[in-house]
């Protein structure tokens, strides 16, 4: 038996769909690059720097999660990114990571803030919300505890003379604690933000660049400095969370850029 309001209801079925369409065709390209860096200089692994303690160092290994990502704007209003799709894994070693490319609404922002690691309810969750940059099978390999439970949120490795030779003069600076689940723990999220000098302006006639600089050389600039010499190892502890205090300072903005996007 045909229905008499069929036609009707895939009119309307239609017309939710072009709505649909464009909406989506409103939202604007945002992309958050990353640009790792030592001093005034790029960042390259392997490379001999030399810190701010008179201590040379070269890394081997530089990753750090971002997170849920969310911009305010003019108003005080708030586009937060969808929390399945604001999950990144930067790694120097992978430039193709360093580019984190965002579909936001139009609009003009004022500020930005991320996560600095992973909140606690999703490295809480079950492997099936934790794929993609999360799986600790795959692209999230070498950045989980198993022991503890929990993801590394910043990952720092490399060579140094004045590392022990215990150690065989590597160092080694894996951060993370995200306060526990059964009982409390450390906590080492951290959460930075930037205030545009004047509003990021979202547009779907432009890709919107903002070029955040991690300079690795502050890393060991903390209020507390930290010296290899010193701390040459430190996966937990007090003295963990004072470099996670320390290192929301390395990133900083230092841009923001417009690409046409009309097309020829």
Do not use: C
Request: no cysteine; net charge positive; hydrophobic share 35%.
């Amino acid at each position: 038996m045909i229905r008499k309001h069929q036609p009707k209801k895939i009119i309307i079925v239609l017309l939710l769909a072009f709505l649909s369409l464009n909406g989506q065709a409103q939202d604007s390209q945002i992309i958050l690059s990353f640009e790792n860096a030592f001093g005034e200089e790029p960042m390259q692994l392997k490379k001999e720097f030399e810190n701010t303690h008179g201590e040379k160092v070269s890394f081997s290994l530089f990753n750090y999660f971002i997170s849920n990502i969310q911009f305010t704007r003019k108003d005080g209003s708030k586009y937060v990114v969808p929390q399945d799709s604001s999950y990144f894994l930067i790694k120097e070693s992978d430039p193709n990571s360093q580019d984190i490319t965002l579909a936001v609404p139009k609009g003009k922002y004022k500020s930005l803030s991320f996560t600095i690691g992973i909140d606690s309810l999703r490295s809480t969750q079950g492997p099936d919300k934790r794929q993609g940059v999360l799986d600790v099978g795959a692209d999230a390999r070498g950045m989980y505890w198993a022991w503890n439970s929990g993801y590394i949120f910043l990952k720092m490795e490399g060579k140094s003379p004045a590392s022990p030779d215990s150690l065989r003069n590597n160092f080694y600076y894996h951060i993370g604690g995200y306060g526990g689940f059964d009982q409390k723990t450390l906590n080492n999220i951290r959460t930075k933000s930037f205030e545009f000098r004047k509003p990021l302006t979202a547009t779907p006639k432009a890709i919107t660049v903002a070029t955040i600089r991690v300079n690795t050389k502050q890393f060991f600039e903390g209020p507390i400095p930290l010296k290899v010499g010193e701390h040459p190892s430190v996966m937990w502890g007090p003295v963990s969370t004072q470099i996670a205090d320390a290192y929301v300072r390395i990133f900083s903005l230092i841009g923001v850029s417009y690409q046409d996007n009309r097309g020829d």
